[in-house]
T-cell receptor
Framework: GQSLEQPSEVTAVEGAIVQINCTYQ??????LSWYQQHDGGAPTFLSY????GLEETGRFSSFLSRSDSYGYLLLQELQMKDSASYFC?????????????FGGGTRVLVKP | EAGVTQFPSHSVIEKGQTVTLRCDPI?????LYWYRRVMGKEIKFLLH????????ESGMPNNRFLAERTGGTYSTLKVQPAELEDSGVYFC?????????????FGPGTRLTVT
C-alpha cells in the first residue's frame, strides 16, 4: 500500500531547531512537498523537492533522499507563530496528474 | 488575487440527509482537487478535475458522493445520503498547470459533522 510516516507531535522552545522526518512508500514518486496548516486554516505550501538534496527557503529547509525514500523539513529559529501542523505529501507522477498523497501530519508546539 | 474559497465553513446534518459543498478555485486555475481529512487522520485525495472533466476520481469512497464542475469554474461535492463516517474536513485545492506546477493552493475547508 501507499504510506507516508511522520511523527505525530514535536514540542520545542522559541529559537530552537526542529526536524520533521518523513518516510514514504508509494507506487510512484515525482516529488515531496511540505504543507503547513494552522488550526482551522488552509494547508499552505512550504516547499517541494524533486531531486536529492537540500532546498532552503528562509528559516525553513527541506531535504530529500530518493534512494532512502526519506525527506525532512527543518524549522530553524522557531517562532511562536510556527506552532501548527506540518504535512509531507508525495506527488506520485505526471501520469497521476498532480494528486498528492499525504502523511498524517506532525503537530509542532512552540513554547516560550 | 483571491484564494480558494469554500462554502459553507461548517455544516451539521443528520444521517440520511443531503449536503452540498462548494469550492471556488483561484481564477484561471484549470486543476481542481477535492481532499478530505477524517477523524484526525491523513488528508486523502478524492478526485481531480481538469477544467470541467473528471481526470481522476479514484479516491471517491462510494456512489453517495457526486462531484461536478460545470463550466470549469466552481465545483460542488454532494453527499447523498450522508452517513456518520462522512464526518470530517473537506478541502478543495486548485493549481494552474498540471505538468509544470507542483504547488496546490488549498481552501480553508468545510467541516462536515453528520449526527
Amino acid at each position: 500500500g501507499q504510506s507516508l510516516e511522520q511523527p505525530s507531535e514535536v514540542t520545542a522552545v522559541e529559537g530552537a531547531i526542529v526536524q520533521i522526518n518523513c518516510t514514504y512508500q508509494t507506487s510512484g514518486f515525482y516529488g515531496l512537498s511540505w504543507y503547513q496548516q494552522h488550526d482551522g486554516g488552509a494547508p499552505t505550501f512550504l516547499s517541494y523537492n524533486a531531486l536529492d538534496g537540500l532546498e532552503e527557503t528562509g528559516r525553513f529547509s527541506s531535504f530529500l533522499s530518493r534512494s532512502d525514500s526519506y525527506g525532512y523539513l527543518l524549522l530553524q529559529e522557531l517562532q511562536m507563530k510556527d506552532s501548527a501542523s506540518y504535512f509531507c505529501a508525495v506527488r506520485e507522477g505526471k501520469a497521476a496528474g498532480n494528486k498528492l498523497t499525504f502523511g498524517g501530519g506532525t503537530r509542532v508546539l512552540v513554547k516560550p | 488575487e483571491a484564494g480558494v474559497t469554500q462554502f459553507p465553513s461548517h455544516s451539521v446534518i443528520e444521517k440520511g440527509q443531503t449536503v452540498t459543498l462548494r469550492c471556488d478555485p483561484i481564477s484561471g486555475h484549470d486543476n481542481l482537487y477535492w481532499y478530505r481529512r477524517v477523524m484526525g487522520k491523513e488528508i486523502k485525495f478524492l478526485l481531480h478535475f481538469v477544467k470541467e472533466s473528471k481526470q481522476d476520481e479514484s479516491g471517491m469512497p462510494n456512489n453517495r458522493f457526486l462531484a461536478e464542475r460545470t463550466g470549469g469554474t466552481y465545483s460542488t461535492l454532494k453527499v447523498q445520503p450522508a452517513e456518520l463516517e462522512d464526518s470530517g474536513v473537506y478541502f478543495c485545492a486548485s493549481s494552474q498547470d498540471r505538468w509544470g506546477g507542483y504547488e496546490q493552493y488549498f481552501g480553508p475547508g468545510t467541516r462536515l459533522t453528520v449526527t
